[in-house]
C-alpha cells in the first residue's frame, strides 16, 4: 500500500540558510499535517491544512512557512535556520480532516550546522 | 485544551514478560486516543486507536490498550514482550475541539532484555 512519502530524508544546512521539505501523502488523502520532533522530545504539531487551505496552526515560528498545492502536496519552508531547528520533521495525511488518525511519513532529519 | 501524561519515561523488562506502559490523558469534549511506536531513527507507526465502541481495542503486533473513561486512562498492554518490542511509545490524543490535531505525551522507551 501506498504511504506518506516525504523527501528528502537527510538534509544539512548551515545557519540562516532556506531549507524546503516536501510531503506527498497517500492517494485520496485530503488532510496534510506538520509535525516537529526536537531530539528525545515528542512530537510537537506545526500546521495543517484540509482541500488545500490551511485548517490549523500550532508553534510554528514566523520564519517558517507552509502550503498545500494542487495535487495535495505539501511543502514546509524555513528560512533563516537556526541551531535550534535541527529536528525530525514529520508530515501525516488522512481523510476526513484526521477524525480516524493519520499515517506519517518516515521523517525528514534536518541538521543545521 | 488537550493533554496527555505518560506516566513512565523508562521502562525495563525481560523478554517474554508482560508488560504495561500507562497513558491518562485530559480533554473537556469527546476524545479519540491513538498509540504510536518509533523505532530508532524511524518515523512514527500507529499501534492502535480508539475511537469509539468497544473499550478494549487489539492493535498490531499483539498490542492492546483499553480505555477507561472515569479514569481517563489508555493502558497499553503485552501478555508478552520480544526484544524486537524494544522502541519508543507514544500516546495521543485529539478531539475535535482541536481539529483532529494530536497532542503527544512524552514517551515511554520500552527496553526488552534478554
Known amino acids: 500500500a501506498a504511504g506518506v512519502i516525504q523527501s528528502p530524508r537527510h538534509l544539512i544546512k548551515e545557519k540562516r540558510e532556506t531549507a524546503t521539505l516536501k510531503c506527498y501523502p497517500i492517494?485520496?488523502?485530503?488532510?496534510v499535517y506538520w509535525y516537529q520532533q526536537g531530539p528525545g522530545q515528542d512530537p510537537q504539531f506545526l500546521i495543517s491544512?484540509?482541500?488545500?487551505?490551511?485548517?490549523d496552526k500550532g508553534s510554528i515560528p514566523d520564519r517558517f512557512s507552509a502550503q498545500q498545492f494542487s495535487d495535495y502536496h505539501s511543502e514546509l519552508n524555513m528560512s533563516s535556520l537556526e541551531l535550534g531547528d535541527s529536528a525530525l520533521y514529520f508530515c501525516a495525511s488522512s481523510t476526513g480532516q484526521g477524525a480516524y488518525g493519520y499515517t506519517f511519513g518516515s521523517g525528514t532529519r534536518l541538521t543545521v550546522v | 485544551a488537550q493533554s496527555v501524561t505518560q506516566l513512565d519515561s523508562q521502562v525495563p523488562v525481560f523478554e517474554e514478560a508482560p508488560v504495561e506502559l500507562r497513558c491518562n490523558y485530559s480533554?473537556?469534549?469527546?476524545?479519540?486516543l491513538f498509540w504510536y511506536v518509533q523505532y530508532p531513527n524511524q518515523g512514527l507507526q500507529l499501534l492502535l486507536k480508539y475511537l469509539s465502541g468497544s473499550t478494549l481495542v487489539k492493535g498490531i503486533n499483539g498490542f492492546e490498550a483499553e480505555f477507561n473513561k472515569s479514569q481517563t486512562s489508555f493502558h497499553l498492554r503485552k501478555p508478552s514482550v520480544h526484544i524486537s518490542d524494544t522502541a519508543e511509545y507514544f500516546c495521543a490524543v485529539s478531539d475535535t475541539g482541536s481539529n483532529y490535531k494530536l497532542t503527544f505525551g512524552k514517551g515511554t522507551l520500552l527496553t526488552v532484555n534478554p
Open positions: 480533554s473537556s469534549v469527546s476524545v479519540y
Open positions: 492517494p485520496r488523502h485530503d488532510t
Open positions: 491544512f484540509y482541500e488545500k487551505m490551511q485548517s
